[in-house]
């Protein structure tokens, strides 16, 4: 079952998922007819919602597990990323995600505090749109979450002389594990016999020779940090954010690995 404004997608051609019933609704008006409609059947709600609390901290508790693990490791990954990315978000900001930004590690719980590429866009989409995000809500903190591939697709050199030029102070992360993943996993869905899955589909997709993102950031007047170690990287993150707090961009670029 689908419910939504647009259930269809009708402007977006690409996009089409099979559906028993498609109910065009916005959701305040949705909801409330829900819980009229499931009112005689209480006890059923009940049992469900019991399920759902005990599947839920089940959940919570083995993503708790996976952010302690993971700060134990002696490189950087994704839920150690994330979950550090947290302790710096203000309660409003907004993140900008390009790669796997997962509330999992790092929960989000105001509307409007979340944006991922759409069908529409592209790679390269993420860092412009933080800088739009902070020109639309100055009084918000913008964090853009990019892969290395999508930051180097966005431009980088232009995004970081119009943050400067226009004094949009935006936290870029950078997760950087010297990879283009998508065509990574591109290549070895399609050609999973071929010859690039003979070297793991990294040809054409590695970027182990990438430049040093940290220092594009400081060449526009902005503070740029390489962090390697998981232990190094909560104080990165924060002398980061105290900067986008002070005024200015700041860029991480976390080592990560895949």
Same mark, same amino acid.
């Given at each position: 079952?689908?419910?939504?404004?647009?259930?269809?997608?009708?402007?977006?051609?690409?996009?089409?998922?099979?559906?028993?019933?498609?109910?065009?609704?916005?959701?305040?008006?949705?909801?409330?007819?829900?819980?009229? @409609?499931?009112?005689?059947?209480?006890?059923?709600?009940?049992?469900?919602?019991?399920?759902?609390?005990?599947?839920? @901290?089940?959940?919570?508790?083995?993503?708790?597990?996976?952010?302690?693990?993971? %700060?134990?490791?002696?490189?950087?990954?994704?839920?150690?990323?994330?979950?550090?990315?947290?302790?710096?978000?203000?309660?409003? #900001?907004?993140?900008?995600?390009? =790669?796997?930004?997962?509330?999992?590690?790092?929960?989000?719980?105001?509307?409007?505090?979340?944006?991922?590429?759409?069908?529409?866009?592209?790679?390269?989409?993420?860092?412009?749109?933080?800088?739009?995000?902070?020109?639309? @809500?100055?009084?918000?903190?913008? @964090?853009?979450?990019?892969?290395? %591939? *999508? =930051?180097?697709?966005?431009?980088?050199?232009?995004?970081?002389?119009?943050?400067?030029?226009?004094?949009?102070?935006?936290?870029?992360?950078? =997760?950087?594990? *010297?990879?283009?993943?998508?065509?990574?996993?591109?290549?070895?869905?399609? =050609?999973?016999?071929?010859?690039?899955?003979?070297?793991?589909?990294?040809?054409?997709?590695?970027?182990?020779?990438?430049? #040093?993102?940290?220092?594009?950031? #400081?060449?526009? %007047?902005?503070?740029?940090?390489?962090?390697?170690?998981?232990?190094?990287?909560?104080?990165?993150?924060?002398?980061?954010?105290?900067?986008?707090? *002070?005024?200015?961009?700041?860029?991480?670029?976390?080592?990560?690995?895949?």
């Amino acid at each position: 079952m689908q419910i939504g404004e647009d259930p269809l997608y009708e402007r977006y051609p690409m996009r089409n998922f099979p559906s028993d019933l498609t109910i065009k609704a916005a959701t305040g008006p949705a909801l409330a007819a829900l819980e009229a @409609a499931l009112a005689a059947r209480r006890p059923n709600v009940d049992a469900r919602r019991k399920h759902a609390e005990k599947t839920s @901290a089940e959940m919570r508790a083995r993503w708790q597990s996976e952010i302690e693990a993971a %700060g134990r490791k002696d490189t950087i990954t994704l839920p150690w990323l994330t979950h550090c990315v947290r302790a710096v978000l203000e309660p409003n #900001a907004i993140v900008v995600n390009e =790669y796997s930004f997962r509330q999992e590690w790092c929960p989000l719980e105001d509307p409007g505090s979340l944006f991922s590429v759409a069908s529409a866009g592209g790679l390269g989409w993420g860092f412009p749109a933080a800088l739009g995000a902070k020109l639309a @809500a100055r009084d918000r903190m913008v @964090a853009a979450f990019l892969g290395d %591939g *999508a =930051y180097m697709f966005a431009n980088p050199t232009a995004c970081h002389w119009m943050a400067q030029e226009r004094n949009l102070p935006v936290l870029a992360v950078i =997760y950087n594990n *010297a990879l283009y993943n998508a065509v990574r996993r591109a290549t070895l869905d399609m =050609y999973p016999r071929g010859v690039a899955a003979g070297e793991d589909g990294r040809r054409l997709a590695e970027l182990s020779h990438g430049p #040093a993102f940290e220092q594009v950031a #400081a060449a526009h %007047g902005g503070h740029g940090e390489h962090v390697e170690r998981p232990a190094d990287l909560p104080a990165a993150l924060q002398r980061a954010a105290t900067t986008v707090r *002070a005024g200015k961009q700041a860029l991480v670029n976390a080592i990560c690995t895949l």
